[in-house]
């Protein structure tokens, strides 16, 4: 995905009419870096009025390595009824577990991915030892790696849905068991530890 389309919000707005909520407006809006709270709230406000409830959903990139908005977006987005859309919690394939050093060293020059920090070193092999510590997880539940990525993502109760990309329609089986996968704290303490250790 380019990189200018990443932190798009997408607002339904609900204005009570007798009792009943109507949608009045659909925003979208591109966030830059480093405003994500301050100008959610500011959109809010001017949007909806004091009177309205809101319906909200912010679509931004979460994942076990991308947690930029779990300190203070994902707590705001939670006490203001805003949910969150995860974009990307399988970062693009990384933590599917199909990808390999292989693989990457094959994308086409074109392909956006050669071009992030993720998918070079010394992220490349960070990313690839992160994934073989989720295969214990997956494991032990006899789960897909993305299922345990995308679970991962799910757990946090701002996390209204998440968007993951296929390329074949096999591959809906592989992770759609994601859903009701409920990850222990013994998985996600192992999933925490492994997300320090290979972090560089």
């Known amino acids: 995905m380019p990189s200018a389309d990443r932190g798009e919000m997408t607002c339904r707005l609900m204005f009570p009419l007798g009792g009943e ?9 591109i966030f830059g ?7 959610l709230r500011a959109a809010i406000t001017e949007q909806r009025g004091p009177e309205a409830t809101a319906a909200w959903h912010r679509r931004s990139d979460y994942s076990m390595r991308r947690r930029a908005i779990q300190a203070d977006t994902l707590p705001y987005c939670l006490s203001h009824g805003v949910g969150v859309i995860a974009y990307s919690p399988m970062m693009a394939g990384l933590l599917s577990g199909r990808m390999t050093r292989d ?16 998918f ?3 992220g490349l092999s960070a990313n690839l030892e992160l994934v073989e510590a989720l295969r214990v997880v997956g494991a032990r ?3 897909s790696l993305g299922e345990v990525a995308v679970a991962w993502v799910l757990r946090h109760p701002a996390v209204t849905a998440a968007i993951v990309g296929f390329r074949r ?9 994601a859903a009701d996968l409920q990850l222990s704290e013994v998985d996600v303490g192992a999933i ?4 320090a250790r290979t972090s560089r």
């Open 103 to 118: 693989r990457v060293a094959a994308l086409p020059d074109d392909d956006w991915r050669k071009r992030t920090p993720e």
């Open 33 to 39: 870096q480093g405003g994500g709270v301050q100008r």
């Open 192 to 195: 925490e530890t492994a997300v």
């Open 169 to 177: 329609p096999r591959q809906v089986n592989e992770i759609v068991g």
């Open 120 to 122: 070079q070193e010394p």
């Open 21 to 29: 909520p109507v949608r009045a407006a659909l925003v979208s809006t």
């Open 141 to 143: 539940h006899g789960r």
